[in-house]
């Protein structure tokens, strides 16, 4: 049996990778700086990980795998090329993963990892087993990853640092294209050749299905065409028979009175031409539709029945930190969220807005890398109108130097009547305390580490 030894196996990224190879037979161990929650759950599943990076880590192990985040400087990599461990990134080692199955790669600036466990969950309702890596933990299974028996293998196609260039899919999703991560891409154009590179992966006979709401997505479609691939297309919009000769498409769309949408499914797909599918999700928002229809469109493609996949995707009840209810104490809710891009901050308080439409929302958000909030700028200042209070902390460095800007300069910029930089976790929370009252829903909106704000919120309430 190999052992593999994981750097960095806190990440989501990561952590997915070490639970599926120790469900497959693998020893796994690993490090990391400070132990997050999914090392903690890979902890008490019998993982060994260690605090700290050191070159004794590395002792034994046959392989190791580092994250996007660990250098070549870091004392565990220049310890395992020094005793002539192999060393790979995950994009060097997730193909190698899904060369015995049937990949489904799901793609994009927003929307992937919820889309990525809405197959995941659908796929194991229906007892099909499927292998699967989440970018975040599945509430209805309460795993990132699983190895399973079955002939699928559904991944989440990460684009940091190219990733999902060492994919091996046979069936891609794409669910939106923007800028995004200028560390990697500085310009919207680099980002483009690298989703064209992405749909390069698939073979002859592979199936490419983008929204067709979105302008970058659909941008792909031409490009997948003149290769002779299968193209399918969705929306909840009527143009979409335009861009692809096969479709998805939502009608008659309204809201429930479980905190999602209802909707009918349309397609033309195979032989389920004209069919109607009826679908009842408990996840908020109408970005979540979009996400749903991605799912029916993989399940049309795969020949699933949709009835059963509806039925299922009415059982999802969503990820860790995508609109997380974390708790309500004294009559306020609080919410958890990863939105980190202006386009998904709108989405996630016009779901807010729909689910709690006579409540007053609350959104702190703690901008995520130096970078993305200076590209972005303008869009964040203008993303929070379907929210009543608005609370910015400082920004989250995550891999990035600390830089001489603030994003109180972006707060000073917002047209919003009620918007307020706060700066540290601890003030911001100490605000919210003297502020909120019952009735209130407060969003913590963070791809860093604001989530503390909800835990401590909610024990001082």
Request: net charge negative; with cysteine; glycine share 8%.
């Amino acid at each position: 049996m190999k052992r593999i030894h994981f750097i960095g196996i806190g990440g989501s990224g990561l952590s997915a990778i070490a639970r599926l190879l120790k469900e497959s037979g693998y020893e796994v161990t690993g490090s990391d700086r400070v132990l997050s929650q999914f090392a903690m759950d890979l902890q008490n599943e019998g993982i060994a990980i260690y605090i700290g990076h050191h070159p004794r880590n590395v002792g034994g192990a046959d392989l190791v795998i580092r994250s996007s985040a660990i250098g070549d400087d870091n004392p565990e990599v220049k310890a395992a090329k020094h005793a002539g461990i192999p060393v790979y990134k995950r994009s060097d080692f997730l193909g190698q993963l899904m060369s015995e199955k049937t990949g489904i790669a799901i793609a994009g600036t927003h929307g992937k990892t919820t889309t990525t466990a809405m197959i995941a969950w659908v796929l194991y309702a229906m007892k099909r087993d499927p292998s699967f890596i989440v970018g975040g933990t599945l509430n209805n299974l309460k795993v990132n990853a699983h190895a399973g028996k079955g002939d699928l293998f559904v991944i989440e196609a990460d684009e940091y640092d190219r990733m999902f260039l060492g994919l091996k899919p046979q069936i891609e999703v794409v669910t939106n294209l923007e800028h995004d991560h200028p560390d990697i891409f500085p310009k919207f154009e680099d980002m483009y050749l690298a989703f064209q590179s992405f749909v390069d992966l698939l073979p002859p006979d592979g199936s490419l299905i983008v929204c067709a709401e979105d302008e970058g997505a659909v941008t792909l479609l031409s490009h997948a065409r003149r290769k002779g691939l299968n193209v399918v297309s969705y929306s909840v919009q009527g143009e979409m028979t335009i861009n692809s000769p096969q479709w998805m498409q939502a009608r008659t769309i309204k809201p429930n009175d479980r905190g999602g949408f209802d909707f009918s499914a349309m397609t033309n797909i195979g032989s389920l031409s004209a069919s109607s599918i009826q679908v009842s999700l408990q996840v908020p928002g109408e970005h979540n539709v979009r996400n749903a229809l991605a799912v029916l469109s993989v399940a049309a493609t795969l020949g699933l029945p949709l009835q059963e996949v509806a039925e299922a995707l009415s059982e999802f009840t969503g990820t860790g930190r995508r609109f997380e209810v974390r708790g309500e104490h004294n009559g306020v809710v609080v919410i958890d969220d990863y939105a980190h891009h202006p386009t998904e901050i709108r989405a996630t308080l016009a779901g807010a807005k729909t689910r709690y439409p006579d409540h007053r929302i609350w959104a702190v958000w703690q901008p995520h890398t130096y970078s993305r909030t200076q590209t972005l700028f303008f869009e964040f200042s203008r993303a929070f109108a379907d929210a009543d209070e608005v609370l910015v902390t400082e920004i989250y460095a995550s891999r990035e130097a600390q830089q001489g800007f603030s994003s109180a300069e972006v707060v000073s910029a917002m047209p919003h009547p009620s918007a307020r930089f706060t700066g540290s976790l601890d003030d911001t929370k100490k605000y919210l305390l003297e502020h909120v009252h019952s009735g209130d829903v407060v969003i913590v909106l963070s791809a860093g580490d604001a989530d503390q704000i909800s835990s401590d919120l909610l024990r001082e309430l």
